[in-house]
């Protein structure tokens, strides 16, 4: 069965006013998923959800609006246990909140130019295989 995809793209909106429409959204959409009773139809445990945040250091870095910031690691935290997955995605994880990226259930690093955002990953990795980070090149020329 082919599930509906929806896609909210705030690129044309202003910063401000994005950091605070991503951060309501997120609410609304864990708040649905956690008063969604069991066996009804709507989102969450009936249809899980994966919420992708394109460009998540823009939202959810330090010096980004602390709405989008805490919704984020509030689903990141608890989102699993009421069908709420979040996918974070950018280019800088030095910029995401340890919270929000200690949950990630899986990594997913390419090359890495930056030894911040390569130690970030590390710090991420469990024990077992952290040694899995030294393959991550710090020169584009690896």
Sequence with gaps: ???????????GVP??????AI???????????????RGETGIGRPSPVLIALEEAHRYLGESANPKPR?????IAREGRKYGVGLLLITQRPSELPETALAQCGTL????????????????????TVAGLASVL????DR
């Design 1 to 11: 069965m082919d599930r509906p995809v929806s896609v909210l793209d705030f690129s």
């Design 15 to 20: 910063a401000e006013a994005a950091d605070v």
């Design 23 to 37: 951060g309501v959204v997120l609410d609304l959409l864990f708040e649905v998923a956690v008063r969604t009773p």
């Design 70 to 74: 805490a919704a984020a690691n509030r």
């Design 108 to 127: 997913i690093a390419l090359r890495l130019s930056n030894s911040a955002d390569q130690g970030r990953i590390r710090a991420a990795l469990p024990d």
């Design 137 to 140: 090149s710090v020169s584009a």
